[in-house]
């Protein structure tokens, strides 16, 4: 939910940041900005979906946390994939929170109750 | 009829659609920059940001669509609690789409907003049901 909210306030900054010079056109920065918003806006429900499963039951916890890595795999592989090709520059923070949450997610899924 | 809308198949449809959303989102990218954006910001670089942003939004999409559908099969409190949030979150999807849609600046597609109506609509009475 942080990610998202900040993906609204810093939303040029971020996209200065990620797309080659080139690109950052005046029209291309204005579509980076609405899309860097509504990527915020998937962050944050994201983020509420996740919030809100943070009381439930053991076994359930376990499957939304294996779901959780699998789905942080996705990104952590599309960021990388992106990083070696050399066409835009996903912001490095983010690559490591998504390889951090797929470790923890592994780690956590691992353990027995 | 309203009976088969339980949280589980809630949970199982709305997964599906954000993981067959992001896929669409992946594989056609072009067009739905195309469809989105006014004909101005649509020069050679706004078109090519566009694009790798679709694919940015649509690994998103994806990683929702797995999250919701790998708890597809948690206990019926847990999975109530989901779909609620599932609602709440759709909900802030389907508002700032629609504010787009009146500030008129740019166009998200219809059958995305109407996708984002219907999961709300089905977590809703999924939820309020005993």
């Known amino acids: 939910m942080t990610l998202g909210t900040l993906f609204y306030i810093v939303s040029s900054m971020i996209a200065n940041d990620t797309f080659p010079e080139k690109l950052l056109t005046k029209e291309g920065l204005r579509i980076a900005e609405l899309m860097q918003e509504a990527l915020g806006t998937f962050l944050i429900a994201m983020g509420i979906l996740l919030f809100s499963l943070r009381n439930v039951d053991k076994k359930s916890a376990r499957k939304a946390i294996t779901g959780v890595g699998f789905a942080s795999t996705a990104l952590f592989i599309g960021g990388i994939l992106h990083l070696l090709k050399n066409d835009v520059h996903p912001p490095i923070p983010g690559i490591i929170a998504a390889g951090l949450i797929l470790l923890l997610s592994v780690v956590v899924v691992a353990q027995e109750y | ?130």
């Open chain 2, 1 to 130: 009829m309203l009976k088969f809308i339980t949280p589980r198949n809630v949970l199982i449809t709305t997964g599906l659609g954000f993981l067959l959303t992001g896929v669409i989102f992946q594989i056609d990218s072009i067009q739905l920059a195309k469809d989105t954006f006014p004909k101005e910001l649509l020069t050679q670089e706004g078109l090519r940001i566009a694009e790798l942003m679709q694919e940015g939004l649509g690994t998103l999409l994806i990683m929702v669509g797995i999250i919701i559908f790998t708890a597809r099969n948690i206990e019926k409190e847990a999975a109530r609690k989901l779909v609620i949030s599932i609602g709440i979150g759709s909900s802030v999807l389907f508002i700032g789409a629609i504010m787009h849609l009146l500030e008129d600046d740019i166009n998200p597609p219809i059958s995305g907003i109407v996708m984002i109506g219907t999961f709300i609509l089905l977590t809703v009475i999924a939820s309020a049901q005993d």
